[in-house]
């Protein structure tokens, strides 16, 4: 039996852990590789439908509608060409259902060109980079100390298709750029394109004022909207289109609760060819449109539901970041969007706390602050309500989560148990279209009205 090979670059921790699986994996017959399989996914539920709750903003839950579009036949027919003009035959049902996922992205978002053909967010990074730039030119990015995120970097997509990356001078008091320093650095590199939009968003950014320094140095303004997403389609946060960004791209699940994916939005006719081309017949050709309807129901979910679960997103966000800094946690800054951090110096960093948390089945993950450093870790710990608020906590249950938290970070053994038994009276997906459906069933028939905030479909997670 074959085991994989050693590969040193990778770090000695992550690298054991691959080579313990893959050596248990390499004995295993075939039946026994299903059945783990099958107990692996199983256990994956366990995490995070039964014991765990889950504060990581980078995640959600999908509606099982549209999760179920995932297995339902359409991920093994290669889609290669535009509707109306594919290669393979057959493809009638699969165009159309591009069609309309891409459409719905359009209306939601209020752009006038939608690119839905993108793998994951970082992809759809790379598609925006790829439609603005040339390799060996500069680009202007939020820094790590503000969450910018590694794809606009040199380890990332901007990176890998040899692009400079600047980073953007910080306003650490609102957790973005400084606009000011942001215009003379424009002026003396000459950026081609600037990027904003962050792993971390807890104010508005000045896209209208990017726009402007963009204009004078005849530079692209790109929106990364990987997190914002929801909010923006909720319209529970600022229109990035709107106010001036060229291009906004984003990841499908996260605050938009949808499959895993990217897209690419823009109300720009060249950009929009350019990013087409790029799409087909360049990186990405065939594709997996399951993914595209499953995106088309969340989106569906959105139009009917989405300026509630965005409200409640912020909502239930800034009452757990008070409860929490009432417990006394250091809370940086504060916010007006989904997310927020702690100052995480002393747990030893951000991902140190977010591995003790772990312990108390509550995840979370470390992030960028400019703040005081921390030897070998990330300074802060971000928080976000995505998913507890779709599975139905509200404002009002922040208060016992707090306390969790709280505990979970000095003695997590001792809260593990609480925490679990408190996290499964929560169930079902909310803010759905169905929900909101048999709500207004149940109101024109004069029945008992259902509050969107507490129904959900009626799938258990």
Not at 95 to 100: K, L, M, S
Not at 119 to 124: E, I, K, N
Not at 125 to 132: G, P, Q
Not at 193 to 203: A, D, E, F
Request: hydrophobic content about 45%; proline content about 7%.
């Amino acid at each position: 039996m074959a085991a994989l090979a050693h590969r040193p670059w990778v770090a000695e921790p992550s690298e054991h852990r691959v080579r313990a699986i893959a050596a248990a994996t390499a004995q295993r017959t075939p039946a026994a590789q299903l059945a783990e399989l099958d107990r692996l996914v199983t256990e994956n539920r366990r995490i995070h439908d039964v014991d765990s709750v889950n504060l990581n903003p980078a995640t959600n839950v999908m509606n099982p509608r549209a999760e179920a579009m995932l297995s339902a036949g359409l991920g093994s027919r290669p889609s290669l060409g535009h509707p109306g003009d594919k290669y393979e035959m057959g493809l009638e049902a699969i165009e159309q259902i591009e069609v309309i996922a891409a459409e719905l992205v359009a209306e939601v978002f209020g752009a006038r060109y939608a690119e839905i053909r993108v793998p994951s967010g970082a992809v759809a990074n790379l598609y925006a980079f790829m439609a603005t730039c040339e390799p060996g030119d500069t680009i202007i990015a939020p820094p790590p100390s503000i969450g910018g995120h590694v794809t606009h970097h040199t380890g990332g997509s901007a990176g890998q298709y040899r692009l400079n990356t600047v980073p953007a001078p910080v306003d650490p008091h609102r957790y973005t750029v400084d606009v000011d320093a942001l215009r003379v650095l424009a002026h003396e590199v000459r950026p081609k394109l600037i990027t904003i939009g962050s792993s971390l968003n807890l104010v508005p950014h000045p896209v209208s004022k990017i726009r402007e320094i963009a204009d004078e140095v005849g530079a692209k303004v790109l929106f990364d909207a990987a997190h914002l997403c929801g909010l923006i389609a909720g319209h529970a946060w600022q229109q990035p289109l709107e106010e001036g960004a060229h291009l906004m791209t984003f990841s499908t699940y996260k605050s938009l609760g949808g499959p895993a994916g990217g897209a690419v939005v823009t109300n720009d006719a060249e950009l929009a060819e350019r990013v087409d081309r790029i799409a087909f017949p360049g990186l990405t050709a065939n594709f997996d449109v399951a993914k595209s309807a499953a995106l088309a129901v969340t989106m569906i979910d959105w139009q009917v539901a989405g300026r509630a679960y965005a409200a409640a997103m912020v909502e239930t966000a800034a009452r757990l970041a008070d409860e929490l800094a009432a417990l006394g946690l250091p809370l940086y800054g504060g916010t007006t969007s989904h997310q927020f951090a702690l100052s995480a110096q002393r747990w030893g960093g951000g991902q140190h706390a977010a591995r003790t948390l772990r312990e108390a089945n509550i995840l979370t993950c470390g992030i960028g602050l400019p703040a005081p450093s921390v030897d070998g870790d990330v300074n802060g710990l971000r928080l976000g309500t995505p998913e507890i608020v779709r599975i139905g906590m509200k404002p009002q249950d922040m208060p016992d989560l707090a306390g969790f938290v709280a505990r979970g970070l000095v003695e997590p053994l001792e809260v593990t148990a609480d925490v679990s038994a408190w996290r499964r009276q929560f169930s079902g997906v909310h803010y759905t279209a169905s929900v909101s459906t048999r709500r207004q069933l149940a109101v024109n028939t004069s029945a008992a009205q259902i509050d969107p905030a507490e129904a959900s479909d009626p799938a258990p997670r």
